[in-house]
């Protein structure tokens, strides 16, 4: 069966990280007009928005809800005010309508012509929550894609992506793998940003993944997988977080904090192409961070090159690490002075596996910072939960 390809996922990091990067088939994005969405560059996003702001009038009445809107069951964890910022909508993603409504910003969200379609002809799998973080005061958009034939008695892993404004497009062709019997069923969950901020910015992403590092991991552990799991059985023994880039570098916080936390909601971690090297100093944060520092946070930042204490706080780590990057970021090895992503990639392997965790590592040669994302998402989904004979 023909797989959904990522056409514009990669574009945005130059911004995010001063990596040169891009996509293998950024050369065959073309814009999508009428009610669909762009998988072009910026500027025919914004062009097409213009033209759904104009169109937003005609667009008919919303169809009856679902009857799973009103059965939203919330944590304990949560507070009142999250509470009522915390519900279900329509799948705005697949209509112009639905995106206006609530004030779209939709340079946010790339989807390409094949996901589009896709998520029409699935929606009935893909329900999107809409979810507000008071500590942060933010909201969040979450997108959970149910396996085919959804049992809501039977237990199934959860595939957690960060930066669903990049990774929409490959959360899709999981689906569609499971859909043709690639790999067994899993609910896959992507994390972004409600339209109102720009998810894929540098202001939002170092917000969140590097400045706040510890109010998002509370945001993820304490209240969004809670409320996940509140809501669909979830096997969190079997359960994966996925994080690329400056998402890499939250899952490897995220991954070395875990133990602060009573509830474990995964059981393995991906990190792709995470710069740790440099978060600890003041020429990172000088160039990449448009945020206030001062030498105390410099430091903590410091602390991922020695796991931040986990070891120090614990004689094991009970996690499966998967650790990869392109081949190609070697080529940034004297970037500010500091190891390339392959070699961070490599002394984190060695690191952890020094510490006897069960790391795995690829460099996927001949690929840049994004190019490679979707051969490795495909691979590990079939891997990590291969298909029933």
């Not at 602390?303 to 080529?331: L, W």
Request: aromatic share 12%; hydrophobic share 35%; charged share 25%.
């Amino acid at each position: 069966m023909k797989k959904i390809i990522s056409t514009v996922a990669a574009l945005s990091f130059l911004a995010c990280s001063a990596f040169s990067c891009g996509s293998k088939n950024s050369s065959s994005s073309e814009a999508v007009t009428g009610t669909t969405m762009s998988s072009g560059t910026t500027a025919q996003t914004e062009d097409i928005t213009t033209s759904a702001v104009t169109t937003t009038e005609t667009a008919t009445e919303s169809p009856t809800e679902p009857d799973y809107f009103s059965k939203l069951v919330y944590p304990d964890t949560m507070s009142d005010k999250e509470k009522a910022g915390t519900a279900y909508r329509e799948l705005s993603l697949i209509q112009y309508g639905g995106v206006q409504k609530y004030g779209a910003n939709i340079i946010t969200y790339s989807l390409n012509p094949d996901t589009l379609s896709f998520m029409k002809e699935n929606a009935d799998s893909i329900r999107e929550l809409a979810v507000y973080d008071e500590e942060l005061d933010t909201k969040f958009l979450v997108h959970i894609t149910l396996p085919p034939d959804y049992d809501e008695n039977k237990e199934y892993p959860v595939f957690f992506l960060t930066d669903s404004q990049f990774w929409i497009n490959e959360a899709m062709m999981m689906r569609e793998m499971i859909g043709s019997g690639e790999a067994e069923p899993v609910i896959i969950v992507t994390l972004g940003l409600d339209y109102d901020r720009d998810g894929g910015s540098v202001e939002e992403r170092s917000r969140l993944f590097i400045v706040h590092q510890e109010e998002t991991l509370d945001f993820v552990t304490n209240d969004l997988m809670k409320l996940i799991s509140a809501n669909y059985k979830t096997d969190a023994s079997r359960s994966v977080w996925s994080g690329h880039s400056w998402g890499g570098i939250f899952a490897h916080y995220a991954l070395c904090n875990s133990d602060k936390y009573d509830y474990q909601p995964f059981k393995n971690y991906i990190i792709a192409s995470a710069l740790l090297s440099m978060t600890g100093s003041k020429e990172y944060w000088d160039f990449d961070i448009p945020w206030e520092y001062d030498d105390k946070m410099i430091e903590e930042h410091a602390a991922c090159m020695k796991e931040y204490g986990y070891f120090d706080r614990n004689a094991v780590m009970d996690k499966n690490v998967f650790i990869c990057a392109g081949g190609n970021e070697s080529s940034l090895e004297n970037w500010m002075n500091g190891m390339s992503l392959t070699d961070n990639a490599k002394a984190l392997c060695d690191r952890l596996t020094a510490h006897g965790v069960n790391s795995e590592l690829k460099i996927y040669e001949g690929e840049n910072h994004g190019t490679y994302l979707e051969e490795m998402l495909a691979e590990y989904l079939k891997k990590t939960f291969p298909a029933e004979k």
